[in-house]
């Protein structure tokens, strides 16, 4: 079955992950997200400082849902509703 941070359910929000990385150094960011599966935004790039200042990001890490179509803010602690429902991304989903 394809992975929660890339599935559509009929009927549901398509999620997608993309990772910012706030490291201090390329190397760290590399080490850090080739673990990782989803996109990234590249390290320094000026997207990371735009989207920390729109959504207020203050520390790490951090998680919000944003509505990929219209850019509207869906939840700016999207990690507590990830966490709280047994990492179902797909009832955050229904959720937003």
């Known amino acids: 079955?394809?992975?929660?941070?890339?599935?559509?359910?009929?009927?549901?929000?398509?999620?997608?992950?993309?990772?910012?990385?706030?490291?201090?150094?390329?190397?760290?960011?590399?080490?850090?997200?080739?673990?990782m599966p989803w996109l990234a935004i590249p390290f320094g790039g000026p997207q990371i400082e735009m989207l920390c200042g729109m959504f207020q990001i203050r520390g790490i890490p951090s998680v919000v849902a944003v509505d990929g179509r219209t850019g509207r803010l869906l939840d700016a602690q999207a990690s507590r509703a990830i966490s709280s429902s047994g990492f179902d991304l797909a009832a955050c989903c229904r959720q937003w």
Do not use: K, L, T
């Not at 599935?7 to 760290?28: K, L, Y």
């Open 1 to 35: 079955s394809p992975p929660p941070w890339g599935a559509r359910a009929p009927g549901q929000r398509q999620v997608q992950v993309v990772f910012v990385s706030r490291d201090r150094d390329v190397g760290s960011m590399v080490e850090y997200y080739g673990h």
